[in-house]
């Protein structure tokens, strides 16, 4: 055999000669036939080459066929992980959270409403009053909406003529709350003619040092406002989620399949909802099928994701009903017992590239729900098809998540529940029943069967600061595979350029933390 070295300015051109890329391609990982079901921890990405900084790698992605967010991520409909301000939070950070639905839909649809309000671009429903209210009512607003720019109309109804506006530099120290605003309100207003565009007004706001813009039409008349609060948040948080037309942040939420859950989703509608999930273990299903056709013969303007669902063959069925998103995953989730108990399921890395693969042809984007564990988990949900993932024990330890921390052997700690834990299944505080029993068909059940448990979870802090750390870490990740963006990701997946490679159990101990006798793991700084 020939010992000579070859030139090195050729390895190139020698390296063309083998007649695959090193690796597997994502059919090869996922073979059943070889390696059966795979979870993510039992594969890697073979890195590519690097030319660009990881700044630069967009995360752009579809969440339905209409809704696109700037990062990945959607918060579970959970009790215990998201409600208004988890997310408010979401959004902020360019992702989406789901509000769970184990509560009344009045209270849904109000967690719906405070979203919407958050951020605005034109506020066309603003709070108004009239000269003759009076300071106590601004106070009273002050401390249940938390803001007093408030404008006054000669009719305290919008449409109104602007006569004046009240802030609360005009209350602070005014003693008197029986005077009437008209004695107290400012009426030397800037303002902003009816068809004025956003960043038109938005100049005007920021040159006038005001904290609200009215905007009136040719007779003086309220027609819209615009807040400086928001023009702040527009710059801290510009990979926000807004809907393109109103400005407003994105809201989804979770509702079950029953008639009454029509009733519900109707309110949430009303209160300026953009997606909702239809919260199912088993997507495949009459009710669902029947529940995302009446959603778009009667509430077009919203798009529906259904679910979950593990294989082509549920999803087929949700994709012809018109379904604009679909949801994967059961029994993956770490607080889920459904393949324990119900011996139902799939393995979730071979359950995304499965569906994905196949909804994919549609253009209908998925959403991995459940297994995601730390930034590597959302790679690889990303690599094999999913559009982004969902998160809820990744989040149930920050500070917007409902509950109330704790400390147990030194340690801060939040409560963590499945929905289909017994804990929430015989939660009932509303005439709207449960939603942990309708979630898993088993609302007229005398006995329940749980498919969940109850935990807790490590405190993580504000998700605002833990959402921009699993940002950064996902741009790493991609830069290290050599890819500029999240759909450039799924195309050099599907086309063979990005590689994989099987882990052994000693390959994934290799790949962790290992040979120290302690150490201490900080996730970012």
């Known amino acids: 055999m020939s010992s000579s070295v070859l030139d090195h300015t050729q390895a190139l051109e020698v390296l063309k000669e083998y007649k695959e890329r090193d690796g597997l391609s994502v059919s090869q990982l996922l073979d059943e036939q070889l390696s059966g079901g795979l979870t993510y921890n039992d594969f890697l990405i073979l890195p590519g080459y690097i030319d660009f900084p990881a700044h630069k790698v967009n995360l752009d992605s579809k969440i339905t066929k209409k809704i696109s967010v700037r990062t990945p991520f959607l918060s579970s409909p959970m009790d215990t992980v998201t409600e ?71 009719t305290g109804k919008m449409n109104g003529k602007l006569v004046g506006i009240v802030t609360a530099r005009d209350i602070q120290f005014h003693a008197d709350d029986s005077s009437p605003l008209e004695a107290v309100m400012t009426t030397d207003l800037v303002v902003a003619k009816q068809g004025i565009t956003l960043a038109d007004a938005n100049r005007i706001l920021f040159s006038s040092k005001k904290g609200k813009l009215p905007i009136v039409d040719e007779n003086g008349c309220l027609v819209s406002l615009l807040a400086r609060s928001d023009l702040l948040k527009n710059q801290n948080y510009p990979l926000a989620s807004k809907s393109p037309s109103s400005k407003q942040l994105l809201a989804g939420a979770a509702v079950g399949t029953r008639p009454d859950d029509k009733e519900r989703l109707t309110m949430l509608a009303e209160a300026g909802l953009d997606v909702v999930v239809l919260d199912s273990s088993q997507g495949n299903s009459i009710y669902q099928v029947e529940m995302i056709k009446w959603v778009k013969a009667n509430l077009p303007q919203v798009e529906v994701i259904a679910g979950n669902v593990v294989t082509r063959e549920q999803a087929a069925n949700l994709i012809a009903a018109g379904a604009d998103g679909i949801k994967i995953g059961m029994g993956s989730g770490s607080i889920c017992i459904t393949q324990e108990v119900m011996a139902c399921g799939r393995p979730q890395a071979t359950a995304v590239h499965r569906v994905s693969e196949f909804a994919r042809r549609f253009g209908v984007p998925t959403i991995a729900d459940g297994g995601i564990g730390n930034v590597g988990h959302i790679v690889k949900a990303l690599a094999l098809g999913a559009s982004a993932v969902m998160m809820g024990g990744l989040l149930a330890g920050c500070e917007e998540a409902p509950g109330t921390y704790f400390f147990k052997d030194g340690v801060r700690l939040k409560r963590y529940r499945g929905m289909g834990s017994i804990d929430a299944m015989t939660k009932v505080n509303s005439k709207d029943g449960n939603a942990a029993t309708k979630r898993y068909f088993s609302e007229g059940d005398t006995v329940k069967v749980a498919q969940g448990v109850v935990g807790s979870v490590v405190d993580k802090g504000s998700a605002r600061n833990f959402l921009t750390y699993l940002i950064t870490g996902v741009q790493h990740s991609l830069q290290d595979i050599g890819c500029t963006s999240a759909d450039a990701f799924h195309e050099d997946v599907f086309a063979g350029k990005v590689r994989f490679e099987k882990r052994t159990a000693a390959a994934q101990l290799e790949g962790g933390v290992h040979g120290l006798h302690s150490y201490e793991k900080k996730l970012y700084a």
């Open 84 to 154: 208004a301000d988890m997310a408010i939070s979401m959004a902020l950070l360019g992702g989406i959270g789901i509000i769970h639905h184990n509560c009344s839909a009045e209270e849904q649809a109000e967690m719906v409403r405070k979203v919407k309000k958050f951020e605005n671009g034109f506020i066309v429903d603003p709070v108004v009053l009239s000269p003759k209210h009076t300071v106590a009512d601004v106070k009273h607003i002050k401390e249940t909406q938390g803001f007093c720019g408030i404008p006054i109309t000669d």
